[in-house]
């Protein structure tokens, strides 16, 4: 299987949202993208989220929780990643405009990422592989599928300055050396960085 990459431009990121909220199921689209971009979950889970996991009743309103918190499939690790207000805007947009019935019967065991095939079962993983590849090859970004939103969420955490131990845990991870490799860490940035010492 071939090896993704993470999407390095946030220009790109923009481009990649403009395309996914305009093709068909383009609010669920964005949706899926934007969590994947600003969690540290894998398909795998994401696939698996209900209403329940983002949605709570407070003080007799339903708002979106302040964090997912979740078992990943993978390592059976528990894992907590904080929703920001963008992302929360989003969720609440959606679940809005897709579950009505369910939110006014606080109905929140469905999923949040329904397969139009079937009633309350989730989107397939080949469904976000050709949702996610399909915008990136439309803004000629390779190697591109779900799992790059994983990568592209430590990278630019990376990027920003985020100390590694602290990435190294959200994505779960054995070793630095581990996650260094896996947001994609390449030799120019590593160049970029030691060129702006000027000691």
Do not use: C
């Not at 431009?9 to 996914?20: A, V, Y």
């Not at 969720?91 to 606080?106: H, T």
């Amino acid at each position: 299987m071939k090896t993704v990459s993470p999407i390095r431009d946030k220009k790109k990121l923009e481009d990649m949202k403009k395309i996914l909220i305009s093709t068909p199921y383009g609010e669920r689209n964005l949706l899926i993208f934007s969590i994947g971009i600003n969690t540290a979950y894998r398909i795998s889970d994401l696939r698996q989220l209900k209403l329940s996991d983002v949605l709570e009743v407070s003080r007799g309103r339903i708002v979106v929780k302040d964090r997912l918190d979740m078992k990943e499939q993978k390592t059976s690790k528990q894992n907590s990643v904080f929703i920001s207000n963008k992302l929360k805007k989003l969720i609440l947009d959606f679940v809005q405009s897709e579950f009505p019935m369910e939110i006014a019967n606080r109905d929140f065991d469905v999923f949040l990422f329904q397969s139009r095939n079937g009633q309350n079962q989730p989107l397939s993983r080949q469904s976000f592989w050709r949702v996610i590849h399909t915008a990136a090859e439309t803004i000629h970004l390779k190697n591109i599928g779900p799992h790059s939103m994983r990568k592209t969420f430590g990278y630019f955490l990376y990027k920003q300055g985020t100390r590694i131990e602290i990435i190294q845990s959200l994505l779960n991870h054995s070793s630095q050396r581990e996650t260094l490799r896996y947001i994609g860490i390449t030799q120019e940035d590593k160049d970029v960085a030691v060129r702006s010492l000027e000691l």
